[in-house]
């Protein structure tokens, strides 16, 4: 008896402690305060109140450098200056004179249209006198056939990577610096396809610059040996000329380019919502003036995608308002040639516009990557007359739960 | 310095003191506690009213020999079935905390209890399809509340000769309930929604209770109480007072031979105090409840009559929040119980076993409610 007694104890003991309190429930009988509704609005962006904003990401500080041979109907060329190369090396504490083997120009291809084939890269020697104020017509006098340096075939499966050319012999004649360079090497690029295409050529900005290499042999006359030695230099500027430069309509949010536009686009929500609401799905839909254009057919070449960006303004200053950079909070949508719409699934960003500690219900459009992107996208601003057509942020919410007491 | 500590551990422990989940106290203030040690669970409470473990009468603290401390754990294992479907649950509770003993040179009896008062634990599950933006997306809602109303009680009786004892009790009552509402979508674009609130209780009550020997082998206890009304907040905002209802207990305890002991009772509440308040909260109202227990003790060893008695009784009672307005819910239970003392009578575990059956209409619920008691007499 007193055996079964314990053995009783000791079960209830080891069974206790154990919680399934959850069961299924038959409304409204067992759902108090009844169920969450969620609701849905459509909210325009304030009248008036967007603007479009030009001069934040210049070209030569772009991560990457469009050249295209045509692609929106102008052509976009790109320019790099390599670091100075001396006329001597130091080896053992002496500076030696050597002399040029062969030299290595060699680009990395970060973009390009798969489908295209026959894609050549031309490479112009150029003044290395550019700067960022230079401008197509400045430079295009040196775009001519006794300045050529090189072609360099892109191959057709070549979808992202390095492309390389080598000059030597009687070539290196075609890049010999002279005192009146400083020692200083400047190249032209430009596109050759059968078709309007462009490809994106990695730059400074985006660490993956151009990369000039000169393979040298130093004369050492004590020993009598000759070393051989590679000066490799990075380059030290470079940017992109456009043939034609877009202009921005006033009454329109334009995105990207070179120097890049941003828009501020400004929402006002109901009290209702920014007091009690709990967001559950939030989508800033934009409506482009016409399609979408840029390179196809980029998707699997295409490290950093065109897309629009909607990054939280923290404090509504106008064109200098300072936006998070917290990757959780900023929506995109990935640019897809020929899109007539654009829709970014912004939650995350509007959950910081409600509350007590609310961040202006503002959002700063951009295109990633900025001064580097083949899409220039215009949308319609809220000045538009159909407002169907105009920036929208696409609610879906609740409201406080009206639990029960008791 | 040990009864110190011990008062000091009943003072800090209500919160955890709530008694068994129910669906059927998803309405109201939740599902009623009875106040009862695991002694007199094992016999369906019909000895509650005479039980100085419990604290259902004042009075009943007379009997008390030595300081006495009881601590109660219950383990519920039940099905739950409505139109929604069917569910094994499962939970642990501590419904019952006292210590009390006798006044030095006194014919008296001083006790502090915690005690559930009601429950409202539950989870409740429900799917559905809406149309959001013109599609439809599956949403699963989840309701949960976690918590319940406790009663801590001071009390004190006074025997009066052999065969009367008078005593009264002060209650507090208070407690909370913390409300989650989530809603789930099964669509990756919609993130889920949670909310949370607590409603939170305070309140103040009073018991008086008797017991009357008749002959050494026939009692008779009462017992009369009100709760008067308890405040609720919402969060931080009072959202509501509700009347608490009064109690009304009478039972009998009969001891037919020397190795058994019969007793019964029936207590009444008058919860429809709390219709009105209830109803303009939004809710299903309140409903006036009794509860008949009757119950047995039959003692294994004549000469140590707590040694492994076999306790067993049944039970009725209605329940006062109905889930659909107009209806009102009951419960029927069978128990068995036993119980040791050792260590020179200083300690004892006390188990009970009770089956109970639930349902108010299309709403049922069976249940198993195993309770364990310890009490310890330093």
Known sequence: MRWGFGVMVAATILCACQEKLTSPADCPALCP?????????????????????????????????????????????GLVRFLARGDSVTLRDTLRGYTIDSVALSFTLATRDTTTTGLELLLYRVAPGFDSTSTYADVAPAFVPESLVAMVPISDTLNSGVVRTVLQGTDLSKVQLSPSDSGTLAIGLRLSAPTFTGVRIGALAGNNGPVFTTYVTLDIPDTGTAKLRNIALTAAANTTVSEASPVLDTTLLAVGGAPSSRSLVRFALPPRIRDSATIVRATIELTPVAPITGLPNTNVSDTIPSAVLAKPVLADV????????????????????????????????VELWIGAAARPSSVMLSLDPEASSFSHPVFYSSRALDPALRPRLRLSYLLRFPFEGP | MRRACLLLLLVLAPGVLWAQASQFGVRGLGFPGRALAVRSQASAGGFGLFDPESSQNPAALASLGALTSVFTISQNYRTVENPAGSASLQGTRFPQLMVGGPVQKQPAAVGLSYSNYTSRDFTLVTASTIDLRGVPVNVTDNFSSRGGISDFRIAGAYRVGDKWAFGGGFHLISGSNRLTSTRIFNDPGYLSSRQRSELSYAGVGISAGVTRQFGPRFAVAGMVRSDGHVNVDRDVFRVATV???????????????AVLSVGAQTIVRTWSGANSDLLALGGNGAQNTIEVAAGAEYFTDRRQPTRQPIRFGARYATMPFPLVPGEQGHE????????????????????????????EGVYSERAFLVSFGISVRP
């Open chain 2, 243 to 257: 009347d608490l209802p009064y109690t009304f207990g009478l039972g009998m305890r009969w001891s037919p031979a």
């Open chain 2, 332 to 359: 029927f239970g069978i128990s068995l119980g036993s119980g040791v003392r050792f260590a020179q009578q200083r300690a004892g575990i006390d188990l009970s076993l009770e089956r109970v059956w639930r349902s």
């Open chain 1, 318 to 349: 106008g064109a200098k308002s300072p936006v998070s950079v917290d990757r959780v909070r900023i929506p995109k949508d990935t640019l897809e040639v020929g899109a007539t719409a654009v829709s970014m699934e912004a939650v995350r960003l």
């Open chain 1, 33 to 77: 305060g009844g169920t969450p509704q969620v609701f849905d609005t459509v909210l325009t962006a304030v009248v008036g109140a967007d603007s479009s904003y030009t001069g934040y990401v210049q070209a030569h500080q772009a991560a990457a450098m469009p050249v295209t041979n045509g692609l929106e109907g102008f052509e976009q060329r």
